[in-house]
């Protein structure tokens, strides 16, 4: 049976197993609980809120706010992109994780797919606190998302210029992304952590390019 780099099983659904399925549960579960809290299972007043005042990015606890726990600060770095905002958002938001992360996975395996999903996650939420001028939170994993994004077409733009061909479909790809988030900024009354996208999208590339190791046949 042939192996992956890492020393996973060469079959895709070997390796799909443990990265994606890790992270769809931990999301999913996450949001069924937030569902449940919303139809008063547990008995807490506003328990969504209460969750994202925990855990949702608040750019203000990077300038003059109390956090509600001294590490606060630091966690909502990686926090955010396990809440959604509501249950079409995970389900989104999942499908295109699979989506994504199964090429990923064949391609660079479960550990640097983790180092991978880890740092566009921490780039999205760099992106929103550079960039945005809101002190709303945000929550979701869409900056990581469009980290794997970016690595796939870092991995793209590497490949072809190997080969010695033209760039042009990684660039229209990138000018569709930019037109995806355009349309969403509008249709959701501006309130697309735009920000975020652009952050993860740039740690995704960069980091996408440094552990890559694949060459094209």
Known sequence: MNKGAD???GRPLARIGGGLLFLVASNSLIEITLQLGDRGIF??????????EYGGFWPGLLSDWRPNYPLQPA???????????????????????????QAILIRIGTARF????AAA???????????SDTYRPMVGASGALFGLAGALLAWAYADRARLSERP?????????????TVVLYYAMDRLLAW?????????GWAVGWLIDRHEPN
């Open 7 to 9: 020393g996973s099983s």
């Open 43 to 52: 008995g807490l007043p506003r328990f969504r809120s209460l969750v994202y």
């Open 75 to 101: 966690t909502m770095f990686l926090t955010y992109g396990f809440l959604h905002a509501g249950l079409w958002h995970l389900v989104l938001n999942m499908i295109t994780l699979v989506s994504l992360g």
């Open 114 to 117: 983790a180092l991978l999903y």
């Open 121 to 131: 996650l921490l780039g999205g939420a760099v992106g929103f606190a550079l960039l």
């Open 168 to 180: 042009w479909p990684v660039v229209r790809a990138d000018l569709l992304l930019i037109a995806l």
């Open 195 to 203: 920000e975020a996208h652009l952050g993860g999208f740039v740690a």
